[in-house]
């Protein structure tokens, strides 16, 4: 069993930036932040494999997110930079027990998530 609690979210403004946090406990091969905005089905963000160090990013956050991780408190971070209003959404951190090099966040086939954690990018 994993348990994963995301922290940092908030509200900033455009061009501002947020650091969040998700720390989990327990056996998992890599992490994903997700997001879903309202009305909205939920997209994947980005993702970090734990044993070869992939990392994934999608299009629309390339250039100004970046996970990364924090192996001593079992922590993955997603450094949020230029956030734009379009980046308001409910974060989550999932984990990945099953498959390797982020094959599970590409398929949208994690096996646990946390609760999220709000993120508003307005002036």
């Known amino acids: 069993q994993v348990q994963l609690v995301e922290s940092g979210g908030g509200l900033v403004q455009p061009g501002g930036s947020l650091r969040l946090s998700c720390a989990a406990s327990?056996?998992?091969?890599?992490i994903g932040w997700f997001r879903q905005a309202p009305g909205k089905e939920r997209e994947g963000v980005s993702c970090?494999?734990?044993?070869?160090?992939?990392?994934y990013y999608a299009d629309s956050v390339k250039g100004r997110f970046t996970i990364s991780r924090d192996n001593a408190n079992n922590t993955v971070y997603l450094q949020m930079n230029s956030l734009k209003p379009e980046d308001t959404a409910v974060y989550y951190c999932?984990?990945?027990?099953?498959?390797?090099?982020?094959?599970?966040?590409?398929?949208?086939?994690?096996?646990?998530w946390g609760k999220g954690t709000l993120v508003t990018v307005s002036s």
């Open positions: 999932a984990a990945d027990a099953t498959y390797d090099s982020c094959t599970g966040y590409v398929l949208m086939d994690m096996d646990y």
């Open positions: 327990g056996f998992t091969l890599g």
């Open positions: 970090i494999s734990f044993s070869d160090g992939v990392t």
